[in-house]
C-alpha cells in the first residue's frame, strides 16, 4: 500500500510540523508580556490625552465671562 519512501516522507513531514507548533508555542511566551507593555502605554497616552482636553476645557470655561 506505502511504499516505504513514503511514509518517511510522512514522518519527516509530521515532525518538521510537530517542531513549528512547538517552537511557535515556545516563542509566544514573551509576546503576553509585549502586549501588555503596549497597552499600558496606550492606555498611558489616552489618559495625557484626555487630561489635556479636560484642562483646555476648563480654561476655556473659566475664561467666560457669567455676569
Sequence with gaps: MF???EIQLI???A???IGKV???E???RGELIEKVIIAA???AGAIAIAT???NKFR???SSIPTE
Design 3 to 5: 511504499d516505504f519512501t
Design 11 to 13: 514522518r519527516a513531514w
Design 15 to 17: 515532525a518538521v510540523t
Design 22 to 24: 512547538r517552537a511557535r
Design 26 to 28: 515556545h516563542d509566544e
Design 41 to 43: 502605554i496606550f492606555a
Design 52 to 54: 489635556l482636553i479636560i
Design 59 to 61: 480654561s476655556k470655561a
